[in-house]
């Protein structure tokens, strides 16, 4: 479909993909290389497995991410110069220049599409639907491919002094082909994007002495390597999750009970089951994959709506509501009509 400029239109999700590295970390691959249990991980967490890329073998988060964007272009019955724009969402970039999305843009061979990278850690993909319906809506494009990739493994360390971040992270990417349409009556009902900067210090990734926060000994050794307040981050992600979630009805004035599939972040089992709880979700409403693949950071959502997608649980007609919180710490959510 060509842009017109100034049109407002309706937004079709037209193609989905994803993309699992082969390598598993399992529970017992872990008992292995620290002081941990399999029982103490999924009580916890409720994770089994996780998949880790060949960081060494030249797995990258924009390899793993071209490969999601192929499937989901063939899935749309789109070639790559369909594609007008290219937004990817990660943390874990290879290098701070080019941005993965240039690498990715390269790799298909999308001669004639503008690319970015945007940065929002677990809640990137769902602010990505945001910001590209927004540019689809308003006509200034017609085609976006949007990824979500992270390989948080490159920031791990699979030893006891790193237990409390390897046990939860898993690589991966998902991506979804976004196309512009004149019925109007598809795409966003409602959305929020929110951040919190002054949690930054409760998740963070540092570089160098002065990364570390205010009341923090700068440690060295810890540089390069993910920092977590796993307890504050918990405390956040309990009182966010369902605010978020119940925010987003109030705007699009529905009841839990209307919307058909609830496609959610996975950052941990047990703060999905008390949405579940709080807001009397059917359990065929709200997927879980967090045990087979972990916390993906910005894949979580796409992989979660690949799966379902191709399970035939999400149909044209549903109401969906995509919702993640992460560092930042951001949280946000965008309710579809698709």
């Not at 494009?141 to 949007?146: E, V």
């Not at 504050?232 to 058909?260: C, M, N, W, Y």
Request: charged share 20%; net charge negative; aromatic share 8%.
């Amino acid at each position: 479909m060509t842009a017109h400029p100034g049109a407002r239109r309706g937004v079709r999700i037209v193609g989905v993909g994803s993309y699992l590295p082969e390598h598993r970390l399992t529970n017992a691959d872990l008992v292995r290389m620290m002081e941990t249990s399999d029982a103490w991980i999924v009580q916890r967490t409720g994770i089994r497995e996780r998949r880790v890329a060949d960081l060494e073998g030249g797995e990258t988060a924009s390899t793993l991410a071209t490969l999601a964007l192929r499937e989901a272009l063939a899935s749309a019955h789109l070639t790559p110069n369909d594609l007008d724009l290219i937004v990817c969402a990660t943390m874990t970039a290879e290098m701070e220049c080019p941005s993965c999305a240039c690498l990715i843009a390269n790799a298909i061979g999308a001669s004639r599409a503008g690319a970015f990278d945007l940065n929002a850690a677990c809640s990137g993909f769902v602010f990505g639907l945001n910001v590209a319906h927004e540019l689809l809506r308003g006509g200034a494009y017609g085609t976006i491919g949007l990824i979500g990739v992270d390989t948080l493994s490159k920031f791990m360390r699979y030893n006891t002094a790193g237990r409390g971040t390897s046990i939860i992270f898993g690589d991966a990417a998902g991506a979804a082909v976004l196309k512009a349409t004149d019925d109007a009556s598809l795409g966003i009902l409602a959305q929020t994007m929110h951040a919190d900067g002054a949690g930054w210090k409760d998740i963070y990734v540092p570089h160098r002495n002065s990364d570390f926060p205010p009341g923090v000994t700068p440690d060295p050794t810890q540089c390069g390597f993910v920092q977590m307040s796993g307890a504050s981050v918990f405390k956040f992600a309990v009182g966010t999750f369902p605010d978020l979630i119940q925010e987003t009805l109030d705007k699009a004035r529905l009841r839990p009970d209307d919307v058909d599939m609830y496609v959610c972040h996975q950052s941990n089992a047990r703060i999905l089951l008390a949405a579940r709880e709080r807001f009397g979700i059917p359990e065929e409403k709200l997927y879980i994959n967090i045990d087979r693949v972990g916390n993906t950071v910005a894949a979580s959502v796409p992989l979660c709506f690949d799966d379902l997608i191709k399970s035939g649980r999400v149909k044209p007609g549903m109401k969906v509501m995509f919702v993640a919180f992460g560092g930042g710490l951001t949280w946000g959510s965008s309710l579809w009509q698709i």
